[in-house]
């Protein structure tokens, strides 16, 4: 559920149209719904109560500091992946105890910061990266607390990019070694192995994967007790699903369904690290149509959000629903199912002005007639859009605006021509 409806034909943010918002901050532009962050919050927060779990937004998804703020004020923790990400959540009014930090290759330079501020966890994930952090540990004369990543080599289940729990990528500890791993720290006073950590992928439209990798989160857990590891944690990561097409993703009780359970088996704390579900369908990208045009017998659509500010379709294939902002009579909103005739409506791609071929937000995309000027809302564009927006063909960043019912303000500014030759050395 989300708080982006049509109204008079008209896309209504909450209270607020969208078409006003493009009229006082320019486009592209990200517009964020505060209910519709904290309603999904909410919804894990409820679907997991039984075991009071710690939530840990992932700041990759979208560390914009006026939502971690938001998450923070709500009950929030914080999953970083990068030094740059701990500053962030620690800006975002936090401290240590209520952050975990993952990645495949912190340095010696994050452990010491992080160690500093007392983060609550690492995520370990190589028995190098183990062994590290012990010997900045003891520099620094603190004791690390530490989940032990697995990869628990499960089917594929998402995009071959995102999949992080298939046997032979770059996450975790192989499940066939981790043991030998653990037990070569049993003995290391510097590294307190207190918990196991896994993140199956991302997005994840089952509570299959969950039941698998639970399951075998159950045994390992058994196993590292008895080599003498306080296994108190149990950290599933993130990775549940959003609507993108329809109603394809499944509700936060049916992860809670498989995954609760476990953790009082094996009489643990959870944590959990969801980035998507809370901020995805919180966000859309709006853009405005500068050009349509017909060539080798398509139809484009030229608008001013390019691959720069939204990269997942090129880079996923991945489908976000799009529609005009004020469609033309007769089609009052985004259709159901795009794979049906739908009367009236031409196909399309969307693109932007970037000079790739690859830049694009939709193909083959059936739309309403629009025209020069008209404004088109990408959705579901809430999580890992800003977050991986970039400067390509020197194109400053979209503003970011966050609306709350009848409210809305500015949390980022669009960038500048000089924002982008700030950081170079002066020529
Ligand atoms: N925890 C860990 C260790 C992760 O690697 C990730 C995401 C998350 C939590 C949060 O996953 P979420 O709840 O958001 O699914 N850029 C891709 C997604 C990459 C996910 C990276 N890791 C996309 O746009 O689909």
């Not at 620094?140 to 998402?158: D, F, I």
């Not at 009367?343 to 939709?362: H, R």
Request: charged letters at 25%.
């Amino acid at each position: 559920m989300d708080h982006f409806h049509y109204k008079n034909d008209l896309l209504n943010c909450e209270d607020v149209p969208v078409s006003e918002l493009a009229k006082q901050y320019g486009t592209p532009l990200y517009v964020y719904s505060q209910r519709t962050l904290l309603h999904h919050l909410a919804q894990l927060q409820r679907a997991f109560a039984a075991v009071d779990p710690l939530i840990c937004y992932s700041v990759k998804t979208n560390g914009n500091l006026h939502i971690c703020k938001l998450m923070a004020e709500h009950g929030s923790g914080f999953d970083v992946t990068s030094g740059g990400e701990l500053y962030r959540a620690l800006k975002a009014g936090v401290t240590g105890e209520k952050i975990v930090f993952a990645g495949v290759g912190k340095t010696a330079a994050e452990f010491r910061y992080a160690l500093e501020v007392g983060v609550k966890m690492f995520n370990v994930e190589s028995d190098a990266e183990l062994h590290a952090l012990g010997e900045v540990a003891g520099s620094v004369g603190k004791v690390a607390s530490v989940a032990l990543r697995v990869n628990p080599a499960l089917p594929p289940k998402t995009h071959v990019k995102t999949d992080t729990s298939v046997k032979g990528t770059k996450f975790g500890l192989d499940i066939d070694s981790i043991l030998e791993v653990a037990q070569g720290v049993a003995d290391n006073r510097k590294l307190r192995v207190c918990g196991l950590h896994m993140h199956l992928g991302s997005p994840i439209l089952s509570a299959q994967p969950y039941r698998e990798g639970v399951e075998k989160g159950l045994v390992l857990i058994d196993r590292l007790r008895k080599q003498g590891h306080p296994i108190e944690t149990i950290n599933m990561g993130g990775g549940f699903g959003i609507h993108y097409r329809k109603q394809e993703a499944p509700p936060a009780d049916a992860f809670a369904e498989v995954i609760v359970p476990a953790v009082k088996q094996a009489g643990c704390k959870l944590v959990l690290e969801p980035g998507r579900f809370i901020v995805g369908n919180a966000g859309i990208l709006v853009s405005r149509v500068i050009y349509t045009k017909d060539s080798g017998g398509r139809h484009f659509i030229i608008q001013d959000a390019a691959m720069n500010d939204l990269i997942r379709p090129t880079l996923y294939d991945s489908f976000h629903r799009i529609w005009p902002v004020a469609p033309a009579s007769g089609f009052p909103a985004p259709p159901d199912d795009y794979e049906a005739e739908i009367p009236g409506t031409v196909k399309n791609d969307v693109v932007g002005p970037v000079c790739e071929s690859g830049d694009f937000l939709a193909k083959d995309r059936r739309l309403p007639p629009v025209q020069p000027d008209d404004l088109l809302a990408t959705f579901s564009a809430g999580a890992y859009g800003m977050a991986m927006a970039s400067n390509y063909n020197s194109r400053p960043r979209a503003a970011e605006v966050l609306v709350d019912g009848k409210n809305h303000r500015l949390i980022r500014r669009r960038e500048t021509f000089e924002d982008l030759v700030r950081p170079e050395i002066e020529v």
